[in-house]
């Protein structure tokens, strides 16, 4: 029995899923695997756990096992759970990658998708579950689709035993026929469950014309507006009075707008400057619904006058990255007084449902990392985002009440977004994929049954690089091409490979781990792979300053890095290690100052970088000490700096797990050509390379350097460079 407090109670019954109660037990009880669709919000990562922990799916024989694609869905939600059904955290828990609240009393679970394959790894029976959930399968994030494929065959094998164990699939969109119509996934079709949706209608505008570039001034022009012309709540005739009044009290309504990226680290509340609006652009909305009299560009000087534009605008962000209990402020009343705006990133898309949104002005853009199937080269890129997350952006204005969405685009330019976005594991480099699965004594890779297989050339490309690295082995060349081909595609997994499958990074990274134990260089590396695993541990100097002033204190604390640099390593050690070295310092440097936010700003180091690499070299070392247990390795924070024979030694080790990324200057014969001016020449590509001009060599060019990453900006760009001497 559970004890909730009468206001969840009362939250939880106008959820559309608690119609579906009866109906969603009956499916798991009769079916191994089940598939439940639901809008977004309408209770399906909340209640299906309370349901299944009603029904007596937990008690003594086993948890229940949520994985999210997202960490701060995996916090949030579990402390949701918990706080409905009123039991403490050591039940209702959470692991992500770096921490989590665990205990032996853990009943139900929230975990990042990729825990719970390293948990296969160390069970793959999943013993300890009775119900896994895969949760928000529509984003088919890697790890989810692989946690399918190996769930449609951890299923049988668990009824086999008589333990069985009950998969559920949860998704926010009615598009599943990947997982119920591949018959090499689950030969029977699992029951697909539809929770109504109960959603009011949401008004789309479109906007007239597209905007070229400023999306971000755009959103802010048109969120000025709405915040100006749309607030009293007049408009909404269906509303009861009851509600109107509630409101005017409370000024709680919302509005939410999606950017692909944002940086604001604390709310600010802004009041709007009615002068600082651009009057002409008012004439721009196009509108695709009926309901004229909403439109910005019709409203008139007397709606002005019903507004709210007084209020101050409590604007909050919202993203992954940011501190839980930042997040946790979106779902709060905002300040008495105030009027809420949330500026996210696709996190609201459907992780995470924010309550009594009414606006929502949708830029239409997505941030997205690219990769090159074979070379793994990746640029950041803003594009246009799918039609299908268009349609759910919009679908938050309409949880509780009618509402309406402003696109910043036109519709034609929606009629060409394409309808849904490519699973992950089809767009990206699949080398640490690839490596956990054979770490599972998966051969035949190919043979998996995969949801959507990634690319043949991206699972060559991977065991190629998994064989170079000594983590596979080899196969016997003999026979015919084709036979040869088959072969390089089900090595098995080398000791040396089983021993990398265990560091919670990428295979490169953790072959220089595996290498690292003679001369104590083991902290060295760590440190090294953990910062490059963060990335970006310094603050961007890229971007044009806003003012002089700007310049000059950017100026003032490249400086001071590279001057605390060069104490900590030394000239020559920055010669041997480059951009390698400028890591090490930066972190060693930090640690000797207490890491502290402080210390950080002065030196254009990125708190919540530098946090993190502090966890995973936490976490690494763990790992290390495990697999080697005389290793005896602890955190030193007054870490010394590498000796000469060290620094030697680190670079060979580098150069072990980055051996196919070393490029040479161009030589005489291509300077012929201007593009090759101070341009390197790599292995893997044909086009000129540069060396980034954030790296420490930017100027001095060597000969040979290894790079930790090719970035195509606006030409292509290594990033984390140190120099090579051929032997
Ligand atoms: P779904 O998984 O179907 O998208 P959820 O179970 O996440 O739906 O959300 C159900 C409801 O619970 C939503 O109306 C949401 O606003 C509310 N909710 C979720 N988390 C919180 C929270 N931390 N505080 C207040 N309400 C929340
Ligand atoms: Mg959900």
Redesign the pocket.
């Known amino acids: 029995p559970v004890d909730r407090a009468p206001e969840i109670q009362e ?1 939880r019954l106008k ?1 559309p ?1 608690l119609a579906e109660e009866q109906s969603i037990m009956e499916a798991i009880n009769e079916n191994p695997v089940v598939v439940i669709c ?10 299906v756990p309370q349901f299944l922990y009603e029904a007596g799916y937990t008690s003594s024989t086993g948890a229940i096992g949520i994985t999210e694609p997202r960490r701060v869905a995996a916090v ?2 579990s ?2 759970v918990a ?1 409905e059904m009123n039991l403490s955290r050591r039940v209702v828990s959470y692991q992500i990658r770096y921490e989590g609240n665990v205990t032996d009393e853990t009943q139900i679970k929230f975990m990042t998708d990729g825990v719970l394959l390293k948990e296969i790894q160390k069970d793959f029976l999943l013993s300890k579950y009775k119900v896994v959930i895969i ?1 928000e399968a529509h984003e088919r994030s890697m790890y989810t689709d692989i946690l399918i494929g190996l769930l449609s065959r951890i299923v049988p094998l668990r009824e086999k035993k008589g333990l069985p164990l009950k998969l559920i699939i ?1 998704s ?1 969109t009615l598009r599943v026929e990947d997982f119920t119509e591949n018959k090499r996934l689950f030969s029977a079709v699992p029951p697909v469950i539809q ?1 109504d949706a109960r959603q009011f209608p949401v008004t789309i505008h479109f906007n007239k014309k597209t905007p070229l570039d400023d999306y971000s001034g755009e959103c802010f022009r048109k969120v000025c507006k709405i915040h100006r012309m749309l607030p009293s709540g007049d408009d909404d005739k269906e509303e009861s009075v009851e509600e109107i009044r509630k409101f005017k009290k409370s000024r709680k309504r919302k509005k939410a707008m999606t950017l692909p990226k944002i940086d604001l680290d604390n709310y600010s509340v802004i009041p709007v400057d009615e002068g600082d609006e651009d009057r002409d652009a008012e004439t721009d909305d196009d509108v695709a619904g009926s309901d004229l009299d909403l439109d910005l560009g019709d409203a008139d000087s007397e709606e002005d006058e019903k507004s709210d534009s007084s209020l101050p605008l409590y604007v909050l962000p919202l993203y992954s990255l940011l501190a839980p209990e930042k997040q ?1 402020k979106v ?1 709060r009343p905002p300040p008495p007084g105030t009027r809420l705006c949330v500026v996210a990133t696709n996190v609201a898309e ?1 992780s ?4 009594g949104i009414k606006y929502v002005v949708d830029c239409g853009k997505v941030k997205k990392r690219f990769y090159d199937k074979i070379t793994g080269v990746s640029s950041f890129r803003v594009t246009w985002t799918s039609q299908a997350s268009a349609n759910q952006r919009a679908g938050r204005a309409g ?1 509780t009440e009618p509402g309406h969405c402003y696109r910043l685009y036109s519709s034609a330019v929606f009629m060409d977004f394409e309808q849904f976005s490519a699973p992950e594991i089809t767009k990206r480099p699949v080398e640490d994929l690839i490596l956990q699965m054979k770490a599972l004594n998966i051969e035949k890779v190919i043979n998996f049954p995969f949801p959507t297989p990634p690319p043949a050339e991206a699972l060559a490309a991977a065991e190629e690089l998994l064989i170079a690295l000594g983590a596979l082995k080899e196969p016997l060349m003999t026979g015919r091409l084709k036979e040869q081909q088959t072969a390089k595609l089900s090595c098995p997994i080398s000791p040396l490979g089983r021993v990398m499958a265990t560091f919670p990074v990428a295979p490169r990274y953790a072959k220089m781990l595996a290498l690292s134990r003679q001369h104590d260089c083991l902290p060295y590396t760590i440190t090294i792979v953990s910062a490059m695993t963060v990335r970006e541990l310094f603050e961007e100097y890229d971007r044009p300053a806003v003012s002089e002033e700007e310049t000059a204190k950017l100026k003032g604390k490249k400086a001071r890095l590279l001057q605390m640099q060069r104490i900590w390593a030394g000239q020559g050690l920055l010669q041997k290690l480059g951009d390698l070295m400028v890591m090490l310092g930066a972190v060693g440097a930090c640690e000797y100052a207490g890491c502290t936010p402080k210390f950080c700003e002065e030196n254009g180091l990125r708190y919540k970088a530098m946090l993190e690499i502090r966890r995973l070299r936490g976490q690494l070392t763990t790992a290390v000490n495990s697999v080697c247990s005389d290793a005896g390795l602890y955190i030193d924070p007054k870490m010394k700096p590498p000796t000469e024979a060290q620094a030697t030694y680190l670079r060979q080790i580098v150069l072990a797990g980055l051996g196919d990324h070393v490029a040479r200057r161009a030589q005489a014969e291509e300077l012929l050509d201007d593009k090759w001016k101070n341009a390197y020449k790599t292995a893997l590509l044909d086009e000129p390379v540069f060396i980034h001009p954030s790296s420490i060599l930017f100027k001095q060019l060597p000969e040979f350097v290894v790079y930790q990453e090719i970035v195509e900006t606006t030409k292509l760009y290594m990033k984390g460079v140190s120099a090579v001497e051929p032997e």
């Open positions: 939250a959820l899923i639901g809008e977004t919000g309408s209770g399906k990562t909340t209640q949030s939600m402390q949701r706080k949760d949860m926010a929770v946790a779902f459907t995470l449902t924010i309550p949880r």
